[in-house]
């Protein structure tokens, strides 16, 4: 998938357990990765167009997910202990393991 601004983007179906714990960590992501231009993640992956505008769903933000590669380890495992907490995730998932899998993805596009 193109965009008119030279994006390249892909779409791929995940299997559900996946697709949670994706979803999950792009929550914790969002609140803890300085966001561009101070604008929420939320908002930055929004629709807008002249006649109306709509919050992105559904999707899983590769960009967002692929920077929990860069972050020091002790701050990943604390971002694994929030997603545990917060979000009621049942992670049996070490931080290598949530790397690895990142990775694997980020490697598909």
């Given at each position: 998938m193109g965009a008119i601004s030279g994006y390249i983007g892909l779409l791929l179906q995940l299997p559900p357990p996946l697709y949670q714990l994706l979803m999950s960590l792009q929550l914790v992501l969002a609140?803890?990765?300085?966001?561009?231009?101070k604008i929420e993640h939320g908002t930055w992956r929004s629709f807008e167009s002249d006649?109306?505008?709509?919050?992105?769903?559904g999707f899983v933000d590769g960009d967002l997910i692929e920077t929990y590669?860069?972050?020091p380890k002790t701050v990943q495992q604390e971002l694994i202990k929030e997603l545990h907490g917060e979000?009621?995730?049942?992670?049996?998932?070490?931080?290598?393991e949530l790397v690895k899998i990142i990775e694997e993805l980020a490697r598909i596009h």
């Open positions: 609140k803890y990765v300085p966001s561009v231009g006649e109306r505008s709509d919050v992105s769903c590669l860069d972050l979000n009621n995730v049942q992670l049996n998932t070490s931080v290598e």
